[in-house]
């Protein structure tokens, strides 16, 4: 059964500042995996979609890397700014993509 | 023009009463989900539904019953209803392996 982690569970950091969030996965039979964030008490909105083909994808300040082989993906946040502050999720689907795995979340506060 | 949207955005019930959510996608997806998150944020697939098939039910109690009156509904009924069912509840739907568009959640408080 795919599991999926996140890490670390929360992180402050101050604006202006790069970081780099992490994602990981038990099982690398995945067709692709997302990037969702979630404002509080709000619904999800995607960020990012890599195919399992695919290395990494970039949008804006975003990059998503996915290393498949062993089961790991970063979500790269350049330039943090507060508006930035929220929880950012992981997710892969199986490979019927029928079915989509979420991590715990990573909640980020970027402090002005 | 809402993608995905869910009804009721609240829902506050005793203990043992049965509750409906309804779900509505107009994006002409034919895969759609339900997820739960609880109060530790963690969302779990609870159904997925494809072309009103179910093709998913990741051992959820058979109080909550989907139904899928056609492609572009997903509700979600639950019977006798206990504390431990308060969450947010969010309907989802895409194309199968694409990205999902979640609806905005409904708020279920049992007391």
């Known amino acids: 059964k795919q599991e999926v982690t996140q890490i670390p569970a929360a992180l402050s950091v101050p604006e202006g500042e790069n970081l780099v969030l992490n994602c990981s996965f038990t099982?690398?039979?995945?067709?692709?995996l997302q990037w969702f964030r979630q404002d509080p008490g709000k619904g999800l909105t995607s960020l990012l979609l890599?195919?399992?083909?695919?290395r990494e994808q970039t949008s804006g300040r975003l990059n998503a890397s996915l290393d498949k082989s062993s089961g790991r993906s970063t979500l790269y946040i350049a330039a943090s700014q507060p508006g930035d502050s929220a929880t950012y999720l992981c997710a892969v689907f199986n490979n019927a993509g029928n079915m989509l795995t979420f991590g715990g979340g990573t909640r980020l506060m970027v402090k002005p | 023009d809402t993608a995905v949207s869910q009804t009721p955005k609240y829902l506050v019930t005793q203990m043992g009463n049965d509750k409906s959510i309804k779900c509505e996608q107009n994006?002409?997806?034919?895969?759609m989900y339900w997820y739960k998150q609880d109060s530790k944020k963690f969302l779990k697939i609870m159904f997925s539904y494809n072309n009103k098939e179910l093709i998913i039910n990741e051992t959820v109690p058979n109080r909550f019953s989907p139904k899928s009156p056609d492609k572009a509904h997903l509700n979600l009924h639950i019977n006798s209803l206990e504390l431990g069912d308060s969450a947010v509840y969010f309907c989802?739907?895409?194309?199968?392996?694409?990205?999902?568009?979640f609806g905005p959640g409904t708020r279920l408080t049992v007391t």
């Open positions: 890599i195919q399992s083909s695919q």
């Open positions: 099982d690398s039979a995945i067709y692709n």
């Open positions: 989802a739907s895409s194309r199968a392996g694409q990205t999902p568009y």
């Open positions: 994006l002409g997806h034919d895969t």
